[in-house]
């Protein structure tokens, strides 16, 4: 029988070994983690050594040559255990390392890609700026050309792996800026480097409700000096790159929405089955019944959804943008009211960090905000229906 959620037995493979590795490796780690707000490097290498960094690269570079559905198995499997870990994962191999695999030259490729695929370089990617998020074309980081070299000027905000520390800088990231008298719509992309001069961390941004574990940063770019082999693709070209990663970016997002929701509804529906009250166990009152049955029919819809999107889904070309926007809009919600529902069915315990569902409830409110608002997912899907007369 075809099997849209695990296509081939290389798509099973994968399934089995993230599972395992999840909840052997990830999930003890998970609520540490979240209390001290500190991101596991030593485990994030480890994803490294699974081949997981670079998932969707060719092999040329170190990657695992796999598709949009084996990114979105990592993605809800990681998820399912500790969604922070999960959100840096994320920045790193599908906001930076596919992003430059599917933009970048030849030269840049082999440049940095080797040392993101096996985790000795921490990768993120910078397009929101203090004073432009949802209206991303408002960027201001401005990027200006001297000789052999760009000078970049401007502030990039909430960069998830911008500091791997409290207060040491990622290693390397893809920044949007816009060159020097360039019109609103002409946005170019540069490589830039910890170390590179000018180049520094802002404010930290801490005490975040939740995604605790993984680390988000403000950086700062005071003259920063950017060498001109550093430009990703064509001067002012950049924003075609930005659309293609943003449909990956928004479609794996919604893979994590579905591990919070999995695992979301395992907690509820075993607790259901063990607690009793006024003599019976959860799972005899109807409106507990209507938690856990909401909850499952929800994710088995958004599931559906995520891997159809996922199953046509080209890495190299633009084209899904309904679909992802239309993944994440349906999924961010769905976990973050089923995580609630959770917490429900578990009372006073649900709402205990050691029962894991207040967590997963604060992580998944970001995915409604990260990689998009819902309100941005409205606007844009209106949009692209606006010249649609029949959907299918
Ligand atoms: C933990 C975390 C990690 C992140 N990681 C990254 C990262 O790695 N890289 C990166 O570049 N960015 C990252 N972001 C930024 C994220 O993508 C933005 O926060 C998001 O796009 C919203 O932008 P904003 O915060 O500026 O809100 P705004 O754009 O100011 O929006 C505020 C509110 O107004 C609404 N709004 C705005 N415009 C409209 C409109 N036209 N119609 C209706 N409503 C509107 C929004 O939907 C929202 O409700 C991260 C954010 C967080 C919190």
Redesign the pocket.
């Known amino acids: 029988m075809n099997d849209i959620f695990n296509p081939s037995p290389e798509h099973q493979q994968l399934r089995e070994m993230l599972r395992a590795f999840a909840e052997r490796e990830v999930e003890p780690q998970a609520l540490e983690h979240d209390r001290t707000e500190t991101f596991n490097l030593p485990l994030f290498r480890k994803l490294g050594e699974l081949g997981m960094l670079g998932v969707t690269l060719g092999e040329e570079v170190g990657g695992a040559g796999l598709d949009a559905t084996a990114a979105v198995i990592a993605h809800e499997e990681l998820a399912a255990a500790d969604p922070a870990f999960t959100?840096s994962y994320l920045?790193h191999a599908m906001?930076f390392a596919n992003n430059l695999y599917v933009n970048g030259t030849e030269a840049q490729r082999m440049r940095y890609l080797p040392s993101a695929c096996s985790g000795e370089r921490i990768g993120?990617?910078?397009?929101?700026e203090p004073g432009?998020?949802?209206?991303v074309m408002g960027l201001r980081t401005e990027a200006r050309r001297e000789g052999d070299h760009y000078v970049l000027n401007g502030a990039?905000?909430?960069?998830?792996n911008g500091a791997i520390s409290k207060s040491e800088l990622g290693d390397v990231f893809l920044v949007y800026a816009r060159v020097k008298g360039a019109e609103r719509s002409q946005v170019s992309m540069f490589l830039v480097e910890k170390g590179y001069k000018g180049f520094s961390l802002g404010q930290k941004l801490e005490d975040?409700c939740g995604?605790r574990a993984?680390s988000?940063a403000e950086l700062v770019f005071e003259d920063c000096v950017v060498p001109v082999e550093n430009l990703v693709g064509q001067e002012g070209h950049a924003t075609i790159c930005m659309m293609r990663n943003l449909e990956l970016e928004r479609l794996t997002l919604a893979a994590m929405s579905l591990g919070i929701a999995r695992r979301s509804i395992e907690i509820m529906n075993r607790y259901a089955r063990e607690r009793v009250s006024f003599g019976k166990t959860l799972d005899h009152f109807g409106q507990i019944q209507r938690h856990i049955a909401e909850s499952y029919a929800e994710y088995m819809a958004g599931r559906a959804y995520v891997y159809n999107t996922a199953s046509h889904m080209n890495l190299k070309e633009p084209g899904h943008r309904l679909d992802s926007d239309g993944v994440k809009l349906y999924c961010a919600t769905m976990a973050k009211n089923v995580a609630d529902r959770a917490m429900q069915v578990l009372g006073g315990y649900g709402y205990m960090g050691e029962y894991h569902v207040e967590r997963l409830w604060r992580d998944a409110k970001?995915l409604e905000?990260?990689?998009?608002?819902?309100?941005?997912h409205h606007?844009n899907m209106t949009r692209d229906l606006a010249s649609v007369e029949k959907i299918l």
Do not use: F, R, V
Not at 124 to 128: F, P, Q
Not at 132 to 135: E, F, M, N, R, S
Not at 156 to 160: C, D, E, Q, R
């Open positions: 959100l920045a906001l993120g990617m910078c397009m929101s432009a998020g949802t209206d990039k905000m909430w960069i998830t975040k995604m993984s988000t970001l905000i990260g990689g998009g608002t819902l309100e941005a606007k």
